[in-house]
């Protein structure tokens, strides 16, 4: 597992999404590796609360757009996005169909699909350079999967916000409109986060995975019909000439140019 790393320390285990030169973006490869991790924790016995956190200086970059770029000049492109969306989506169903609390330690930007994986987690430890946003509009494509757990997890007028507006926000107002539960010191954060899963640890484990049930299943109700509407308009997006025109921007480190 070359992109993830797995530790455990007593009741608490951490996910490391480990590619910082290319500030934790999230290939294909670590797609499966970030599955395979919480298979592992989920039938880990004596873990009882899952951290997930970024190695140097970006929590997670989002999709790997060189990969992407690189499906754009492929002849069976179509369906590799569509493979693309389903996989994100399957990362995330398991985030939420995940039976310990997770909790995000957030350092550095959590942007596009980045920012997907901290609204998948339960708490949310953030510090002061943890910048949140959906870049996705100025590459060019959707915010699909992200869209449904943004609403769910800020209601429709921060989400719209966020989405159309492409803005990254800093870590304070992310705290502000309810994204990010506490902003702690930088030095500090990854203290904080066990101890807030050694928190969650000490609830029976029927009630955590009962809890989540409620949460993701009953409360979030139509929440799984959204985020697979949202993966098919996120497939759908890559095919486009802005999408084309966005992501060469972003690697040529250019503007893009809209028709
Ligand atoms: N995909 C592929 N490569 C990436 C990505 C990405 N999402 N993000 C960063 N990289 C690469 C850069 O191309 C660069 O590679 P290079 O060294 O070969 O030139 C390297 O990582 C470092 O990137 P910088 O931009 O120089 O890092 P910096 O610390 O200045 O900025 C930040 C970090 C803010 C995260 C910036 O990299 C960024 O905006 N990335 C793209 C974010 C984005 O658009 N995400 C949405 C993707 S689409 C989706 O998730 C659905």
């Not at 670590?30 to 929590?59: C, H, K, N, P, S």
Request: with cysteine.
């Amino acid at each position: 597992m070359s992109f993830v790393k797995v530790q455990v320390h007593g009741a608490c285990g951490t996910i490391v999404i480990n590619r910082p030169e290319k500030r934790n973006a999230i290939s294909r490869n670590m797609l499966a590796d970030l599955t395979q991790a919480l298979g592992d924790l989920y039938l880990e016995r004596r873990v009882r609360a899952v951290i997930l956190t970024g190695a140097g200086t970006t929590f997670c970059a989002g999709m790997d757009l060189s990969e992407i770029h690189a499906s754009q000049q492929e002849n069976d492109s179509h369906r590799q996005w569509g493979e693309d969306s389903r996989q994100f989506l399957e990362l995330i169903t398991d985030l939420l169909q995940f039976p310990k609390p997770l909790i995000a330690a957030v350092a550095g930007p959590a942007v596009g699909g980045g920012a997907g994986l901290v609204l998948g987690c339960d708490l949310v430890i953030a510090s002061p350079t943890a910048n949140f946003g959906l870049p996705e509009p100025r590459r060019g494509i959707v915010a699909g999967i992200v869209a449904p757990l943004l609403a769910f997890r800020v209601g429709g007028g921060q989400a719209a916000r966020l989405l159309l507006n492409s803005e990254t926000i800093e870590a304070a107002e992310a705290h502000r409109i309810g994204v990010y539960h506490e902003i702690v010191a930088e030095d500090k954060n990854w203290a904080r986060s066990v101890e807030v899963a050694n928190q969650c640890a000490r609830g029976a484990p029927e009630a955590l995975q009962l809890t989540r049930r409620l949460l993701y299943e009953t409360i979030a109700g139509q929440l799984e019909t959204q985020l697979a509407a949202g993966a098919a308009a996120s497939a759908t997006a890559r095919t486009t000439e802005a999408a084309n025109e966005g992501i060469s921007a972003f690697l040529e480190k250019r503007e893009p140019k809209w028709k």
